[in-house]
């Protein structure tokens, strides 16, 4: 456990009675300015262990493996973390036994942002948000209230209860995927034709949504890239980008892709947009209309391309007919390493349903056909194919 030089250090010391409740070994880290708010002898009390804050132990000059204690950790947090240690983890500049620390932890990093809402606002703080979340550290966001300033608005660090909340829903030792980042796309994509109309699909984005649940249940940390929909999922491990159309799809999708151990690729994405979208409302008054529509990039071959060693790519194939044929052309055209054929054949697959039926095939030429099940079910079927096709 990280402390830094915030007023919310003193929940610092709630949270690690909770931590120590829950059956967790913690030891401490603090940085000299936490020492200005919470004492190093309270946290030494209650964790047990001899708070760790500089390199030598002032008495007899010991030196203090920030090493040993990165790769001893199953998980570090960070809480509260300050906007100056912020900038010093996302650029390197390890001053510190707690940055010495971040940098040489292989474990999960979950970090607790405490500020007054201008600084927690300010571009340079959101960068540095966004660089962590890049090194794959999960952000608890803070939350809305009174500051300590006196002002009300973002930066109050989150309840000690609620982080130990999600420390347990992401690092329990049953997970399978910690440590591990996913983009999942999902829900329909809207091509404009003019300001008030657009091309759609069917797509309500529930398959999507259910499998970035379940990797987020896993632990994976989760990236969904999802079109226009109704659903929203609320899970701290999932970071929710809403796009309309393909394009702002793909390039969501190509921006994050780099930094994710796979994807799947469960949206709907038109095939075709209007090649000429029209910046006024189109008029009634003439007889017929055609629009001309011009071809989409296809997202999942994109990422098919620039696919490195160990990511891994699940397409989803929708078939009407030649299913398996279709589908295996599918998985290589595309570079992927597991499709998910659903038929629109089978009842109570598809579109809009809370079910679905589905067969896997990966590409090494296995595959296998599932019952009908709810679609959190066929979620949970593929997200452990996925962990059996990586190995982790
Ligand atoms: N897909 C995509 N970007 C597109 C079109 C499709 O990422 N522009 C992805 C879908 O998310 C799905 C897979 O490609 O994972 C297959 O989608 P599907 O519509 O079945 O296939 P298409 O390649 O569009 O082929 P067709 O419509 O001709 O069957």
Not at 11 to 34: C, F, N, S, W
Not at 213 to 237: D, K, N, Y
Request: hydrophobic share 45%; net charge negative; charged share 20%.
């Amino acid at each position: 456990m990280g402390i830094t030089g915030s007023i919310a250090a003193y929940k610092a010391a709630i949270l690690l009675r909770l931590l120590t409740r829950e059956g967790a070994d913690v030891r401490v880290v603090m940085t000299p300015a936490a020492k200005e708010f919470i004492t190093p002898v309270t946290m030494s009390a209650l964790s047990g262990h001899p708070v760790v804050s500089e390199f030598f132990a002032s008495n007899d000059g010991t030196w203090h493996s920030h090493v040993d204690l990165g790769l001893w950790a199953d998980a570090m947090v960070i809480a509260p973390l300050t906007a100056a240690t912020m900038g010093k983890m996302a650029h390197g500049i390890a001053d510190n036994m707690l940055v010495t620390t971040y940098l040489s932890a292989r474990c999960p990093v979950f970090v607790a942002p405490a500020m007054d809402l201008d600084m927690f606002g300010h571009p340079s703080t959101q960068q540095n948000l966004d660089i962590l979340k890049s090194y794959g550290n999960i952000v608890i966001e803070p939350g809305e209230g009174a500051l300590a300033s006196g002002l009300h608005g973002k930066g109050r660090m989150e309840e000690p209860e609620r982080i130990v909340e999600l420390l347990i829903a992401s690092i329990g030792s049953k997970k399978k995927l910690l440590n591990k980042t996913f983009l999942v796309t999902a829900g329909p994509t809207f091509e404009k034709i003019d300001p008030v109309r657009f091309i759609g699909n069917y797509s309500s984005g529930k398959m999507g949504f259910a499998i970035a649940s379940e990797l987020a249940e896993q632990g994976a940390r989760v990236i969904l890239v999802t079109g226009p929909t109704h659903l929203s999922l609320s899970h701290p491990m999932v970071e929710t980008i809403r796009v309309e159309s393909a394009g702002e799809m793909l390039e969501a999708c190509v921006e994050h892709f780099g930094t994710c151990d796979g994807a799947v690729m469960s949206a709907a994405v038109a095939d075709f947009t209007p090649a000429h979208p029209a910046s006024q409302k189109t008029k009634r008054g003439r007889d017929n209309w055609s629009l001309e529509l011009k071809p989409t990039t296809d997202i999942a071959a994109a990422l098919g391309a620039s696919k490195r060693e160990g990511q891994v790519l699940v397409g989803f194939a929708l078939e009407t007919h030649d299913e398996l044929a279709n589908a295996r052309k599918k998985l290589a055209k595309k570079n992927l390493d597991l499709i998910v054929l659903n038929s629109l054949n089978d009842p109570g697959a598809g579109f809009g349903t809370d079910t679905n039926k589905v067969t896997i095939l990966d590409r090494y030429n296995n595959s296998e056909e599932f019952e009908l099940k709810s679609k959190a079910s066929v979620a949970a079927d593929i997200v452990e194919k996925i962990i059996t096709f990586t190995g982790a």
